[in-house]
């Protein structure tokens, strides 16, 4: 019997390429995560892209590219408290619902991406 990955069940890089081209127009808009974006966001699609294709099983066109993610690591340059992960799980939430991704799959996706997210966290926040 041939595996059958979550990135095969989502519908591949044709359901990849819209999540990320609607999740981060609305993170380019979205008040507490803007400002920590470049202007165009070209470069940071194509990153999102291939390391949503390797987490959800499909090819590692990210580690391929860029070596090991380091996730955290690669993120502590900006701030992120539970403000900004609260914020980009928003965005995510209404990219999935605006392409129509629902079901267990969903679920389950968002809940990995939900511990990613403040995984990443790596300030305390006094005022908010
Ligand atoms: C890169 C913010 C969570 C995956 C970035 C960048 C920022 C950012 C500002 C760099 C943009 C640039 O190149 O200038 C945030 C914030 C998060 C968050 C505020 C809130 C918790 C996540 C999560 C994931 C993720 C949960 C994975 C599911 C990535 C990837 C890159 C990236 C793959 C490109 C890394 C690289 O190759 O340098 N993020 N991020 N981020 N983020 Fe996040």
Same mark, same amino acid.
């Given at each position: 019997?041939? &595996? /059958?990955?979550?990135?095969?069940?989502?519908?591949?890089?044709?359901?990849?390429?819209?999540? /990320?081209? *609607?999740?981060?127009?609305?993170?380019?808009?979205?008040?507490?995560?803007?400002?920590?974006?470049?202007?165009?966001?070209?470069? /940071?699609?194509?990153?999102?892209?291939?390391?949503? *294709?390797?987490?959800? !099983? !499909?090819?590692?066109?990210? %580690?391929?590219?860029? !070596?090991?993610?380091?996730? =955290?690591? =690669?993120?502590?340059?900006?701030?992120?408290?539970?403000?900004?992960?609260?914020?980009?799980? %928003?965005?995510? %939430?209404?990219?999935?619902?605006?392409? !129509?991704?629902?079901?267990? &799959? =969903?679920?389950?996706?968002?809940?990995? &991406? =939900?511990? *990613?997210?403040?995984?990443?966290?790596?300030?305390?926040? *006094?005022?908010?």
């Amino acid at each position: 019997d041939k &595996l /059958v990955t979550p990135y095969e069940q989502i519908g591949g890089a044709e359901t990849l390429t819209r999540l /990320v081209d *609607t999740f981060y127009d609305l993170v380019a808009k979205h008040p507490d995560l803007a400002p920590l974006f470049p202007d165009d966001f070209t470069e /940071v699609k194509e990153r999102q892209y291939q390391f949503l *294709t390797q987490f959800l !099983g !499909g090819p590692t066109l990210y %580690s391929d590219k860029h !070596g090991h993610p380091m996730l =955290r690591a =690669r993120h502590m340059r900006f701030p992120i408290g539970t403000t900004q992960a609260a914020a980009w799980l %928003s965005c995510m %939430s209404e990219a999935m619902d605006r392409i !129509g991704l629902k079901g267990e &799959l =969903r679920d389950q996706f968002f809940e990995r &991406l =939900r511990l *990613t997210a403040y995984h990443m966290v790596n300030q305390w926040e *006094t005022d908010k």
